[in-house]
């Protein structure tokens, strides 16, 4: 019998569940705000009523579960059954024990984790890295986070904190991280630190032109937002300081890439989140400068031993991942359990 499970993730901004099964098969969706501006008490009813959604709907449709899985910025404590910490986005949230009130009011195994764990997870069983034993997963996003197979075994690390791959420093001595190291990889290969230097080289290159030139600009003017996909889709057209900044994205990026698969040497390494995204959005020239700067970071044994490849789950990504945390019985909250 293909056993089933209620997948969900949990953002700073949405809150999307589904049921899934065994197979990585997504039979249903649910989607609301996660509202964590109103506080952890909103941000728990939210989640116990997209869990009693998903759990009538599956009632309906004959479907028995096997769990709840629920993935989560920040550090998951199943003892606890709730976030011991890292969860910037969500204020409050560390203090709640979801996992145990989950268990309680629905009768099923309750399974939790890190969402880029989870996610990595997930490619692993049903994404880019389906039959593979040995993968990285970095996800390029407001941070940078990441997920390590081994064996074809998540690894979680000694308390769980494994993958914390964004807070790698990779310039000693450069800014100043929120984690309070400096010189940190997320400061400069995440959406945040790429805008910051696009900032700089387009800040140079206003000052080097002129008149018309500068008038023929593809970047929004002072005040307005610029975007990873302004960035790539301005590089695509051919612009020299957008193909420059794209180059020194590459660069970044692959300091960190390289020394990951020094010491994994992984099969696969998987790139997601939203720079992935927006890169692969604008013909692949975010992984084709990634990959030109791969060689000066890695050792050449392990560089042709390993494939490059974006993520391949998208939106589904973290209900999916969180399934997986259900069907391996990874991170089970057991208290009160037989
Ligand atoms: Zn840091």
């Known amino acids: 019998m293909v056993r089933h499970a209620i997948g969900i993730d949990l953002g700073g901004t949405f809150l999307k569940g589904g049921i899934v099964n065994e197979r990585g098969e997504l039979l249903e969706t649910h989607t609301i705000p996660s509202e964590v501006h109103k506080g952890p008490e909103r941000i728990l009813e939210n989640l116990l009523d997209t ?23 920040g550090v998951i404590d199943p003892v606890y059954g709730g976030i011991a910490g890292g969860a910037e986005n969500l204020p409050g949230w560390e203090k709640v024990p979801f996992m145990r009130t989950m268990e309680g009011l629905f009768g099923l195994p309750v399974s939790a984790h890190n969402d880029v764990t989870s996610h990595a997870l997930g490619e692993a069983r049903f994404g880019a890295g389906r039959g593979k034993r040995n993968i990285v997963m970095a996800s390029f996003g407001t941070g940078i986070g990441g997920g390590i197979i081994v064996d074809g075994a998540l690894y979680s690390g000694s308390i769980g904190y494994a993958g914390e791959i964004g807070h790698i420093a990779v310039h000693a001595g450069g800014r100043t991280c929120a984690c309070g190291t400096k010189g940190c990889w997320e400061e400069y290969a995440s959406i945040r630190g790429i805008l910051r230097l696009a900032r700089a080289a387009i800040a140079r290159s206003r000052r080097a032109q002129t008149g018309a030139r500068q008038a023929r600009s593809p970047w929004p003017g002072e005040g307005a937002a610029l975007t990873p996909e302004a960035i790539f889709e301005a590089a695509r057209r051919g612009d020299d300081t957008a193909l420059e900044i794209v180059d020194e994205i590459g660069r970044e990026t692959a300091v960190g890439i390289g020394g990951l698969i020094n010491v994994f040497n992984p099969e696969i390494f998987i790139i997601g989140g939203g720079v992935a995204a927006a890169g692969s959005a604008a013909g692949g020239l975010y992984l084709e400068a990634v990959k030109r700067h791969l060689p000066s970071w890695t050792l050449e044994f392990s560089l042709r031993a390993v494939e490059l490849v974006e993520a391949r789950l998208g939106y589904e990504a973290g209900i999916i991942g969180a399934s997986v945390l259900v069907f391996e019985g990874i991170n089970v909250h057991r208290d009160g359990l037989p």
């Open 51 to 73: 869990a009693r959604h998903l759990s009538d709907r599956a009632k309906e449709r004959g479907v028995s579960l096997s769990g709840i899985g629920v993935v989560s910025p």
